[in-house]
């Protein structure tokens, strides 16, 4: 099994900035695409921004310029880092990996976090 484990989520004024992380552990042999996703109340969970193993990012247009994604791949983490935060960017944020286990399979598993809550309110 594999565990994400987010952190770094809080209350911050608009124009303030907020650090997400992600750990993941546990039967990981390796690890392909890592990805934050966010999620408000009676919507749907919407991609925020992927990175791949090989340091490729994707954002939403929302975010482009002032969120970036990271990752350390010694780690097993991916990072978050928000500026310029505005009052729509209040979401729960979700860590989410596509984790290989095994070196002999192809089978990849999509894994997620819990959720860190996001605020952002005067």
């Known amino acids: 099994q594999v565990q994400l484990v987010e952190s770094g989520g809080g209350l911050v004024q608009p124009g303030g900035s907020l650090r997400l992380s992600c750990a993941a552990s546990g039967r990981i042999f390796s690890i392909n695409v890592m990805g934050w996703y966010r999620q408000t109340s009676g919507k749907e969970r919407e991609l925020v921004a992927t990175i791949t193993s090989g340091d490729t990012t994707n954002y939403i247009d929302s975010v482009k310029g002032r969120f970036t994604i990271s990752r350390d791949n010694t780690k097993n983490m991916v990072y978050l880092q928000m500026n310029s935060l505005k009052p729509e960017d209040t979401a729960v944020y979700y860590c989410?990996?596509?984790?290989?286990?095994?070196?002999?399979?192809?089978?990849?598993?999509?894994?997620w976090g819990q959720g860190t809550q996001v605020t952002v309110s005067s």
């Open positions: 989410n990996a596509d984790v290989k286990t095994y070196s002999w399979s192809s089978i990849i598993h999509k894994y």
